[in-house]
Protein backbone atom coordinates (compact mmCIF):
# COMPACT_ATOMS: atom_id res chain seq x y z
CA UNK A 1 0.00 0.00 0.00
CA UNK A 2 1.72 3.32 -0.92
CA UNK A 3 1.53 6.55 0.77
CA UNK A 4 -0.99 8.06 -1.39
CA UNK A 5 -3.44 4.83 -0.67
CA UNK A 6 -2.93 5.47 3.00
CA UNK A 7 -4.03 9.06 2.94
CA UNK A 8 -6.63 8.71 0.97
CA UNK A 9 -8.43 6.06 2.80
CA UNK A 10 -8.08 8.08 5.95
CA UNK A 11 -9.35 11.29 4.77
CA UNK A 12 -12.62 8.85 3.05
CA UNK A 13 -13.02 7.49 7.02
CA UNK A 14 -12.77 11.14 8.08
CA UNK A 15 -15.06 12.58 6.16
CA UNK A 16 -17.43 9.97 6.50
CA UNK A 17 -17.00 10.51 10.22
CA UNK A 18 -17.91 14.02 9.57
CA UNK A 19 -20.79 13.80 7.62
CA UNK A 20 -22.36 11.15 10.38
CA UNK A 21 -21.64 13.31 13.35
CA UNK A 22 -23.39 16.55 11.15
CA UNK A 23 -26.39 14.22 10.29
CA UNK A 24 -26.74 13.32 13.79
CA UNK A 25 -26.78 17.06 15.27
CA UNK A 26 -29.05 17.87 12.25
CA UNK A 27 -31.65 15.56 13.51
CA UNK A 28 -31.33 16.00 17.23
CA UNK A 29 -31.82 19.41 16.24
CA UNK A 30 -34.88 18.99 14.27
CA UNK A 31 -36.30 16.84 17.21
CA UNK A 32 -35.61 19.69 19.49
CA UNK A 33 -36.75 22.50 17.26
CA UNK A 34 -40.25 20.17 16.59
CA UNK A 35 -40.49 18.58 19.90
CA UNK A 36 -43.97 19.92 20.55
CA UNK A 37 -45.31 17.85 17.85
CA UNK A 38 -46.10 20.79 15.02
CA UNK A 39 -43.58 18.87 12.80
CA UNK A 40 -46.02 17.56 10.26
CA UNK A 41 -48.46 20.62 11.13
CA UNK A 42 -48.95 22.10 7.60
CA UNK A 43 -51.56 24.84 9.18
CA UNK A 44 -51.65 26.79 12.51
CA UNK A 45 -54.48 24.78 13.38
CA UNK A 46 -54.78 24.11 17.28
CA UNK A 47 -55.24 20.11 17.54
CA UNK A 48 -55.36 20.69 21.41
CA UNK A 49 -54.50 21.74 24.73
CA UNK A 50 -51.02 23.14 25.02
CA UNK A 51 -49.06 21.23 27.94
CA UNK A 52 -45.70 21.84 28.58
CA UNK A 53 -43.64 19.85 31.36
CA UNK A 54 -41.06 22.24 33.37
CA UNK A 55 -39.36 20.52 36.12
CA UNK A 56 -39.14 17.02 38.12
CA UNK A 57 -38.19 16.80 41.85
CA UNK A 58 -38.08 13.07 42.88
CA UNK A 59 -39.26 12.79 46.40
CA UNK A 60 -38.27 8.84 47.22
CA UNK A 61 -37.35 6.02 45.03
CA UNK A 62 -40.83 5.82 43.30
CA UNK A 63 -42.39 9.30 43.93
CA UNK A 64 -42.03 12.91 42.00
CA UNK A 65 -43.27 16.36 42.03
CA UNK A 66 -44.11 17.06 38.52
CA UNK A 67 -44.60 20.91 37.52
CA UNK A 68 -46.53 21.16 34.31
CA UNK A 69 -48.05 24.30 32.75
CA UNK A 70 -51.28 23.60 30.73
CA UNK A 71 -53.09 26.41 28.94
CA UNK A 72 -51.94 29.26 30.72
CA UNK A 73 -51.81 27.53 34.37
CA UNK A 74 -49.07 25.75 36.27
CA UNK A 75 -50.04 22.44 37.75
CA UNK A 76 -48.32 20.82 40.34
CA UNK A 77 -48.55 17.21 40.80
CA UNK A 78 -47.44 14.29 43.14
CA UNK A 79 -46.88 11.14 41.23
CA UNK A 80 -46.16 7.43 42.37
CA UNK A 81 -46.05 3.94 41.33
CA UNK A 82 -50.15 3.77 41.50
CA UNK A 83 -51.64 7.46 40.96
CA UNK A 84 -51.29 10.76 39.88
CA UNK A 85 -52.46 13.43 42.02
CA UNK A 86 -52.78 16.93 41.07
CA UNK A 87 -51.51 19.10 44.20
CA UNK A 88 -52.27 22.75 43.44
CA UNK A 89 -52.60 24.90 40.29
CA UNK A 90 -52.15 28.61 39.93
CA UNK A 91 -52.31 30.82 36.71
CA UNK A 92 -48.60 31.33 35.05
CA UNK A 93 -48.38 35.55 35.96
CA UNK A 94 -49.32 34.54 39.36
CA UNK A 95 -45.85 32.12 39.36
CA UNK A 96 -44.03 34.83 38.39
CA UNK A 97 -45.27 37.20 40.74
CA UNK A 98 -44.19 35.03 43.44
CA UNK A 99 -40.65 34.17 42.24
CA UNK A 100 -40.42 37.95 42.45
CA UNK A 101 -41.47 38.05 45.94
CA UNK A 102 -39.55 35.22 46.99
CA UNK A 103 -36.61 36.86 45.57
CA UNK A 104 -37.48 39.77 47.16
CA UNK A 105 -37.48 38.01 50.89
CA UNK A 106 -41.27 38.19 51.25
CA UNK A 107 -42.25 34.70 51.94
CA UNK A 108 -45.48 33.26 50.18
CA UNK A 109 -47.80 30.95 51.98
CA UNK A 110 -48.47 27.49 50.72
CA UNK A 111 -51.26 25.11 51.73
CA UNK A 112 -52.64 21.87 49.90
CA UNK A 113 -53.76 19.21 51.14
CA UNK A 114 -50.35 17.61 50.69
CA UNK A 115 -48.64 19.56 53.18
CA UNK A 116 -49.47 16.59 55.70
CA UNK A 117 -47.96 14.31 53.83
CA UNK A 118 -44.44 12.42 53.81
CA UNK A 119 -44.20 13.89 49.96
CA UNK A 120 -44.52 17.61 51.03
CA UNK A 121 -42.01 16.55 54.19
CA UNK A 122 -39.50 14.89 52.21
CA UNK A 123 -40.05 18.09 49.55
CA UNK A 124 -39.44 20.70 52.02
CA UNK A 125 -36.61 18.75 53.14
CA UNK A 126 -34.82 18.50 49.30
CA UNK A 127 -35.62 21.90 49.05
CA UNK A 128 -33.58 22.94 52.18
CA UNK A 129 -30.91 21.07 51.49
CA UNK A 130 -30.55 23.00 48.08
CA UNK A 131 -30.64 26.00 49.69
CA UNK A 132 -34.13 27.20 48.34
CA UNK A 133 -35.79 27.27 51.20
CA UNK A 134 -35.25 28.86 54.43
Do not use: C
Amino acid sequence: MTLGALFSSLLAVFLSLALVVALAWGVLWLLKRFQDGSFGRLSGADTGPSLRFEKALPVGPRERLVLVEIEGEQWLFGVTAHAITPIKSWPVDASAAGAQNHEAGYGEAVSSPAESGMAAKRFRLRMAEQGEVE
